[in-house]
């Protein structure tokens, strides 16, 4: 779904891109696969950049991405399409194991909002690096919920806004200590992307 997303406005090549490829990691983590992974590679169906092969267990396995605005308008789309393939057989193989129900969460979660302003350049996935490196196992998820380029930025730079998502095993988190956390995940961004950060 548009989780912080206008639901009524038309989808974009980027978020088309985002969808596909969440589709395909919400799968990979759904099947317990080992060794899953994402490489940018384009096909050349595939948008420029907008093509990535899957990786399990150090084999590709598939390939998916964002098709081609000229493929697409030979049959007549008009909407951006994204296209995921992957081989049954190989994934099939690599499937470690089948877990039963995951019991909810015994402890409320709590959310920190943060715009990163950076080159056009700097990739989701990298962005998702260096934040896991940085963080504590209390960071349970990163969103990505939009993505912005204007004038206003400056030439060759764009707004990555995020969503990082804490939460303890073993107790309900504080304000303090998760914007502890947070900082230390910002400090790694601000160095090593290197990013400008505008905090919700």
């Given at each position: 779904g548009r989780t912080g997303l206008?639901?009524?406005k038309p989808v974009d090549e980027l978020?088309?891109?985002l969808w596909i490829k969440g589709l395909w990691e919400q799968a990979s983590a759904a099947l317990n696969l080992r060794g899953a992974a994402l490489r940018p590679a384009d096909r050349p169906w595939s948008e420029?950049?907008?093509g990535m092969e899957i990786v399990v267990d150090g084999a590709v396995v598939g390939w998916l991405g964002l098709l081609n605005a000229s493929?697409?308008?030979e049959?007549?789309?008009h909407e951006p399409v994204g296209l995921l393939e992957a081989e049954a057989k190989p994934l099939v193989a690599q499937i470690a194991t089948i877990?039963?129900?995951t019991p909810p969460p015994s402890y409320p979660s709590i959310r920190r909002d943060a715009a990163l302003i950076v080159g056009t350049d700097v990739r989701h996935e990298r962005v998702v690096e260096v934040a896991r490196a940085a963080a504590p196992t209390e960071l349970e998820k990163i969103e990505l919920f939009d993505v912005y380029q204007g004038?206003?930025?400056g030439e060759g730079r764009k707004s990555m806004a995020y969503a990082f998502t804490y939460r303890s095993k073993t107790g309900t988190l504080t304000d303090e200590v998760a914007n502890g956390f947070q900082a230390k995940v910002n400090a790694a961004l601000k160095a090593q992307l290197p990013a400008e950060i505008r905090e919700g």
């Open positions: 206008d639901k009524f978020e088309m891109f420029p950049g907008r493929i697409a308008k049959w007549r789309l877990h039963g129900l004038k206003n930025l």
